[in-house]
């Protein structure tokens, strides 16, 4: 089984910064795809950033230039620094995560809350 704990949420006035961390843990042989997504209220969930093993990123355009996400392989964590933060990035943000172990399994975080404040 493998486990996420993700933590950095928090408030943060426009123009802010907060840095997400997603920790993954368990029976864990390697870490293929790493990424964020989001779900505002009354939204559906979408895909913020992500990061292959190799490193290849890619983002939503929202965050484009505002937002990177990093991975330290032998921590098993993926990171997500927020800059430039807007009103419209408040949600629940979820780290998700490919694992390779007893087999290939497809995780997610619990979430964890941003809001912005204008």
């Known amino acids: 089984q493998v486990q996420l704990v993700e933590s950095g949420g928090g408030l943060v006035q426009a123009g802010g910064s907060l840095r997400l961390s997603c920790a993954a843990s368990?029976?864990?042989?390697?870490?293929?795809?790493m990424g964020w997504y989001r779900q505002a209220p009354g939204k559906q969930r979408e895909s913020v950033a992500a990061i292959t093993s190799g490193g290849t990123t890619n983002y939503a355009d929202s965050v484009k230039g505002r937002f990177t996400i990093s991975r330290d392989n032998a921590k098993n964590t993926v990171y997500l620094q927020m800059n430039s933060l807007k009103p419209e990035d408040t949600a629940v943000y979820y780290c998700n995560v490919e694992v390779v172990g007893a087999g290939v399994g497809n995780y997610w975080g619990q979430g964890t809350q941003v809001t912005v404040s204008s």
């Open positions: 368990g029976r864990i042989f390697s870490i293929n795809r």
